[in-house]
């Protein structure tokens, strides 16, 4: 086979989108879906042919890209697209969909004869835009060189976790690494509004802590969309982040489990979502720690 492919994009947000030009931008031939349909229609103008339901763009596809809001979102859209689905065709199933919507998915995988790649990916707009995101992977080893030449196109490397996408290892690792990605973004807020409150300037904060082992780039980024007032466009918004948040909790609890640091930034984010912050950048988060809008 040679090295493009036809690829079916179901789901052009954030990242969809950004996924869909990178496999434009590397040849190969891109047939995308979006819900909204006038969200999708920029990327018209990067060549990709924009479908009118989810068949169509999945017709004759050697790769099926899925990057929706939820398992739920991904299964419906996938059921609808199973009359232009190529038996022996692979799904690279990239929507963070969480352990209990996996056993669905690898079902209609399995029942439509369909290589069925658990992988999710690890970055935001900025990384998606570049190719530069993480592919977490498991799949079949004999349909790989199917999708290689997808993952290359819109990541700067895949990790593999395992060969049975239906195992859910890749899954696993997404929901381990989101916990640690909340977190952070949640203690970067609370650690903002209490130098708010205290009256201490966040940039003596970040100063005092920089270049030694409590400094980190992922805080300095969160601090910065919050400080320059940058939240919008968002590179990853609230709403998503409580949606990754409750797929945390639900896994934790299906194995016996307490995270109790998880279930208050979940309360955050959900807080930060009321107060109307849904579709800003995750670091809105900041907000669920004043009852009125702070100043400045």
């Known amino acids: 086979m040679a090295d493009t492919r036809t690829v079916g994009v179901l789901g052009t947000g954030i990242m969809g989108a950004a996924m869909a030009r990178n496999l434009a931008r590397a040849g190969h031939t891109v047939r995308a879906w979006n819900r909204t349909r006038a969200k999708a229609e920029p990327l018209a103008a990067d060549g990709i042919h924009l479908a009118g339901t989810p068949a169509d763009a999945v017709r004759d596809a050697d790769v099926v890209l899925t990057m929706l809001h939820d398992g739920p979102a991904a299964l419906d859209t996938m059921r609808q697209a199973a009359p232009g689905l190529r038996p022996g065709a692979a799904w690279m199933q990239s929507t963070t969909a969480g352990l209990d919507a996996l056993p669905d998915l690898a079902g209609f995988a399995a029942a439509h004869a369909l290589d069925f790649f658990d992988a999710p990916v690890l970055g935001t707009r900025e990384p998606a835009e570049a190719g530069r ?9 004999p349909a790989r060189d199917t999708v290689a ?5 819109v990541a700067a490397r ?3 976790t395992g060969e049975d996408g239906a195992a859910g290892s890749a899954t696993r690792l997404k929901l381990v690494t989101n916990s640690w990605v909340l977190a952070a973004n949640n203690a970067t807020g609370e650690v903002l509004a209490l130098a708010a409150a205290l009256g201490v300037d966040p940039r003596d904060f970040l100063g005092l802590v920089a270049d030694g082992p409590l400094d980190m780039g992922y805080l300095r980024t969160k601090a910065a969309l919050v400080l320059e007032d940058r939240l919008t466009p968002a590179s990853f918004t609230a709403a998503t982040a409580a949606k990754d948040a409750d797929l945390v909790l639900r896994a934790a609890d299906r194995h016996g489990i307490r995270l109790d640091v998880a279930a208050a930034g979940a309360a955050r984010l959900r807080r930060a979502i009321a107060q109307g912050h849904g579709e800003e950048d995750m670091a809105a988060a900041y907000f669920a720690s004043f009852d009125t809008p702070p100043e400045g």
């Open 133 to 141: 995101l993480v592919v977490i992977a498991a799949g079949p080893v």
């Open 149 to 153: 030449p997808v993952f290359d196109a």
């Open 158 to 160: 895949t990790v593999w």
